[in-house]
């Protein structure tokens, strides 16, 4: 080994029903992302994720969650991606994005699975991420009819800022 040290993602994920979760899979096999699965200390049910759930995202509450902190300092690129509650990021993602460490000056690339329905999950996660110095290159929406091809766009999008 010279010293040449490849560049590096770490794809922080929520996901309820495993859509996310599979996204995630996918882009840490094409791209050598490590994962960080972000869960609720509280683990929502089909009936509290409709309502509390849905609740707290439209009002962009953060839940308690599992890691309590994520340290992103020794990675060159940041990838979140929820799943769309209420039009919103869920209330695990605005948590874990409260829970960021060594974020400064980071770049970022976020995405979301939905049912056909974002909202304003993009632009708030968004504007999240930017209040605190990190720049947004890219966002992809994800809906159940293209999966495939965002994901496709997703990778592209993660291997265009991580030249080797
Ligand atoms: C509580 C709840 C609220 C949801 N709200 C929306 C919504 O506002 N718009 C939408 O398009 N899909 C909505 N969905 C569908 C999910 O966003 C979609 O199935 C997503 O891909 C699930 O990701 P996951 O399997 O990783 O949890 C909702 C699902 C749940 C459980």
């Known amino acids: 080994m010279t010293g040449v040290v490849p560049m590096k993602s770490c794809l922080i994920f929520h996901s309820y029903s495993g859509i996310?979760?599979?996204?995630?899979?996918?882009?840490?096999?094409?791209?050598?992302?490590?994962l960080?699965?972000?869960?609720?200390?509280?683990?929502?049910s089909n009936l509290t994720a409709?309502?509390?759930?849905?609740?707290?995202?439209?009002?962009?509450?953060?839940d308690l969650i599992d890691p309590e902190t994520i340290n992103v300092s020794s990675?060159?690129?940041?990838?979140?991606?929820t799943p769309v509650w209420a039009f919103r990021a869920t209330p695990v993602i605005n948590a874990a994005v409260a829970a960021l460490?060594?974020?400064?000056?980071?770049?970022?690339?976020?995405?979301?699975?939905?049912?056909?329905?974002?909202?304003?999950?993009?632009?708030?996660?968004?504007?999240?991420l930017t209040?605190?110095?990190?720049t947004v290159i890219d966002a992809v929406v994800f809906t159940r009819k293209d999966l495939d091809a965002k994901t496709a766009d997703l990778i592209t999008a993660i291997?265009?800022?991580?030249?080797?």
Request: charged share 25%; aromatic share 6%; hydrophobic share 35%.
């Open 36 to 44: 960080i699965e972000v869960i609720p200390r509280k683990r929502y």
């Open 75 to 81: 990675y060159d690129l940041i990838v979140i991606g």
């Open 159 to 164: 291997k265009t800022a991580l030249p080797t």
């Open 50 to 62: 409709y309502t509390v759930g849905s609740l707290r995202a439209m009002r962009g509450e953060s």
């Open 20 to 34: 996310t979760r599979g996204v995630a899979q996918k882009v840490k096999a094409a791209c050598g992302s490590d």
């Open 101 to 128: 460490k060594g974020f400064e000056g980071k770049k970022a690339v976020i995405f979301a699975t939905c049912g056909g329905s974002p909202g304003e999950t993009i632009p708030i996660l968004k504007k999240a």
């Open 131 to 134: 209040g605190k110095g990190v």
